[in-house]
């Protein structure tokens, strides 16, 4: 996909907030981002972007594990290879960002996996959000720790009931 490609977006409400869903005009994935003021982006209707909000709407009722969608977003390829490593880490797991390097065969990329890792247009899809420190801790997350702390408790069944709130 290129910059210059058409793409439809539509928005849906989330446990975190409005959250922007864009698809390519093939119907693939290119975006989900978290939008801290809800935009004027269409709510849904034949956008094109139905099956990604039917999608994410289930995983925050907990009743998906794993998207089926057709991804395209736009990087490197270097950003691509983290992503499709990311992509493998199983719902409710973690793993470090050395570790991701060392399985794409250069264990001092660690800094380069969480830079492609904070580049991810696909936020959730793509989830970045499970990628932590090596000691443990959670670091960085474009839309926020907290929203990080949120995904990942929901996925382990610890989650709050309550909506998230910036």
Known sequence: MTSSDPV????????????????????ALVAVRFLNVPDAVPRLTGTGCERAVKQLEEYFRSERRRFELELEPEGTDFEHRVWSEVRRIP??????????ARRLGDPNAARAVGLANARNPIAIVVPCHRVIGSDGDLTGYAGGLDRKRWLLDM????????FYSA
């Not at 439809?8 to 119907?27: C, F, H, K, W, Y």
Request: aromatic share 6%; proline share 3%; charged share 20%.
């Open 155 to 162: 996925e382990s069944g610890q989650a709050r009931l309550e």
């Open 91 to 100: 719902f409710g797991a973690t793993d470090t960002y050395g570790e991701i």
């Open 8 to 27: 439809t977006s539509a928005q849906l409400d989330s446990p975190l907030g409005a959250i922007e869903v864009s698809v390519n005009r093939q119907g």
